[in-house]
């Protein structure tokens, strides 16, 4: 969305005086929750970074991101006993997946959007995005 805007001649602007209030529900207070975000953030930048690239700078990019992934996976393992530096790790990697899984074709998932009797439904697939 912000790209296209940007694109289109919109300005995003900084408001540092600007407050924002939200009420996170519980369920998305969790780490599996957090990775599924990541993970589709990860899609969504994949995106980004597949859109005007041939076949070739889409393999290239997979397999940096996918580089990344197993050194964030690694981190994570190195540094396991210290559990807020284990699930950034883990987020990290997270995102390095879903950027591999979308440019490896796969569908994005969707992670908003849930009825409010299945807070924590898994996540499903969504549109592909072309």
Not at 27 to 42: C, E, F, I, T, V
Request: with cysteine.
């Amino acid at each position: 969305f912000f790209a296209a805007f940007l694109d289109a001649g919109g300005r995003i602007g900084f408001a540092p005086q600007a407050m924002v209030h939200e009420t996170v529900p519980d369920d998305r207070a969790r780490l599996g929750w957090l990775l599924r975000r990541r993970y589709r953030m990860g899609q969504t930048h994949a995106s980004l970074v597949a859109a005007g690239r041939g076949r070739a700078g889409r393999i290239r990019a997979a397999g940096i991101a996918a580089a990344k992934a197993a050194t964030c996976a690694g981190l994570a393992v190195i540094g396991a006993a210290s559990p807020a530096w284990r699930n950034r790790q883990l987020m990290r990697a997270a995102l390095h997946v879903g950027a591999v899984a979308h440019l490896g074709g796969a569908r994005q998932i969707e992670i908003y959007g849930t009825t409010p009797d299945r807070p924590d439904a898994e996540p499903r697939s969504g549109h592909e995005e072309g």
